[in-house]
């Protein structure tokens, strides 16, 4: 199978940082192109000062992940693309590759507390139900 465009969904995680690694060796065996996403939730609680003002930390940090991975994928010469986007991370992934042509999408197998999954359910395992294209999940 032939890989021209990648959805890489991140988080800041360890098991993500891992995903973008390996989405990195694909495109270039591939000689594919990589579309990056990170997805600040924003149903966090509290009162709106507080909530805006931790969206907005989250949101700083999550640029400078992207720009880290962008620059690090650019010294391989590997076309790339990076969105930030705020919402349900599981939905937002889910309609950006639905509405894209992707060939793959590659993220990593957990991003929050094991406590979390099972409280709001795994974002990776939500995309894998949802999404109309191969999902590679990195470990």
């Keep these: ?82 969105m930030l986007k705020q919402g349900d991370p599981a939905q937002i992934i889910i309609e950006i590759a639905n509405t894209q042509n992707y060939d793959l999408i590659v993220t990593g197998s957990r991003g929050m507390s094991t406590f979390k999954e099972l409280l709001l359910g795994s974002v990776t395992l939500k995309v894998i139900h949802h999404v109309h294209c191969p999902v590679m999940v990195v470990r």
């Design 1 to 82: 199978m032939d890989f021209s465009r990648i959805l890489v969904a991140i988080d800041g995680s360890e098991s993500a940082k891992k995903a973008f690694t390996k989405s990195l060796f694909l495109a270039l065996k591939c000689n594919a192109k990589l579309d990056l996403v990170h997805v600040t939730p924003c149903e966090l609680g509290g009162d709106s000062a507080t909530t805006f003002e931790l969206i907005e930390q989250l949101q700083t940090k999550a640029k400078l992940i992207l720009e880290e991975y962008r620059q690090e994928a650019i010294k391989k010469n590997i076309p790339i693309e990076v």
